[in-house]
């Protein structure tokens, strides 16, 4: 009888242990975004895409998707003091990106953009794919501060894309900056027939000026009068501007080597890892798995295309008034958007297809990195407006 | 000179932290407001002690934790220092666009938030910790039981009987997102939006784009100057272009030093092969290499 007992409950046990197991809450949306991460994996690793981002992203969705019960083991990327939920600290409330964009500004040369400084506006008009997206999403019945959290993916931006979400749609955050990392990582397949599709023959062979060298005083000016402009004129862009320049700064001033070179170097790659992988963990199929998530990456898929078609057809616009010899070369205009140094690498890609002594490389940093600054002023104006 | 140099740089950093510290210090309890107050309290909110009297409420409108201990609260002008509000009460934090509830009863024995005065003479002021300077004072009209009166929206300039009672909480709780909304109702498509959007977007760029045009013109106008300054100076002729050269050429005339400095070689002057040779001499066989010194012919 005694026995009887002990076996029972032992039985009993293990029948409670397999409750707690993944195999007994999995779900079919566990396995699509198990499968959504393994393909994230699988492009990093045979393609090369973007593999700094899509690995962390990638596992983190294998993380954020094991399947387990909820009662209050702390172990979900949701549940209140889990260590991933502190972790995940630094993308809800906003403080990973702009360290993102310290590294970023210590790891970017704008000489390009200061030895020819029309290029900045190229960058400008490349922003016009986050208000397109924005105004589609209107139209697909989002609320204004989601449809601008949802266009802001076309500012190509990944770290820009969290910071806005977080601040204006935080339910979304997880899909947004999903679809952002994964077009960045795509962008070798996204933008080069859009640029094929609106540049003639003749455009894409069009030779560019080389840049003029830069003096060090003009590199030192301009993270401080970048900053003094854009911020007075959008304050709320100050924790991604701010940082930006500050990163900048520390690499052109010459006297902080050991800082740039922490910004650039252990400080990104942590924050780098800290994001990539809560992002992906994020995506917990029981909270991101919704026709809301895939309406996003259609959105933003189509953000993308816009905004580099808009970068194209701008330089296009913008040779009507330039003199011969001048004249930009349109297979730059995709580097409006901010995916550094990636879109510029597409232009420099493309243009030799077309003429194998055409380096466009350096001619194309300037519009991206200007693309950088111009999503972070967007998304400042869009925070400014709807928050 | 440099001495000189150094004691104004000194001076400057020393008023730039005083103007600091004073900004930090006015950015503390000043801001405070007083939101909300009820003179008749019959069927209201009750104190810790279940007691129901007159109440003030305080808001803080920053987006900054403010501390208003140390500060002051008066029914009385001349008097500005009537009630010390306590230090070392966690509850004095006020965090940011949040209320905190001082009930006018004249027991300040019963707490921080119990001050020593009551509401009869339908005046209220916030003193900051000088005891002097005047942060926000009201004065109340007669008022009906257990209604009360304030400003409309929290922190806001408007003053009036307020259609609910709300104390510590907002006075005006918006129900929809009000940003939103605006937007929903003037802007639907969102080309408002874009529209404006993008003008800020090129106008911020823009301005870079002619700082920095003019910026560029003025250091490559300079660097021609000091071309010319130091060919005089060196009896030398000057040359016909003095055209900044472009990143370019300095890059190949970097890389060809360095090639040359480095001993690196487009084609290397020996081929290493594991191939047959057509030849039959080959310098690997060669006993001339193996000699430390070339053979002398003697006669």
Redesign the interface.
Known sequence: MEQNGFFSFLLGNLREFLTYTGFANLTAGHIVMILVGLFFIFLAIKYEFEPLLLIPIGFGILIGNIPFKEAGLMVGIYEEGSVLNILYSGVRQGWYPPLIFLGIGAMTDF?A???N??L??V???A??G???A??IA??MDF???Q??AIGIIGGADGPTAIFLSSKLAPNLMGAIAIAAYSYMALVPVIQPPVMRLLTNSKERLIKM???????Q??KI??PI??LL??TF??PSGLPLLGMLFFGNLLKESGVTRRLAETARGPLIDVITILLGLTVGASTQATQFLNWGSLKIFGLGALSFVIATAAGVLFVKLFNLFLTEGNKINPLIGNSGVSAVPDSARISQHVGLEYDKTNHLL?HAMGPNV?GV??SA??AG??LG??? | MNKIMKSILKVMSAAVLLIAAVQANAQDAVKLRINEIMLNNESNYTDEFGKRSAWVEIFNPSYATVNIAGCYLTDDPNNPTKYFIQKGDVLTQIKPRQHVVFFMDKTPDHGTFHTNFTAEKRYVALFDANGKTLIDELTIPEMDVDVSYGRLVDGGPDLGVLPNTTPSTNNLAPDTNVANERFMANDRTGIGMSITAMTVVFLALALLFMVFLYVGKFYVSSAKKRAIKSAEAAGEEIPASLDVESGEVYAAIAMALYEYQNDIHDLEHTILTIEKISRAYSPWSSKIYGLRQLPQLKK
């Open positions: 000489s953009l200061i030895s400084p029309k900045i506006l960058g400008a008009a922003q016009f986050i208000f397109a924005y105004m209107l139209l609320a204004p501060n449809a601008a000026k080389p840049p003029r060298v830069v003096s005083n003009e000016i301009f009068i970048g402009l854009t004129l959008v350096m200007a600054i111009g002023v967007a104006i869009l407006f709807l928050s």
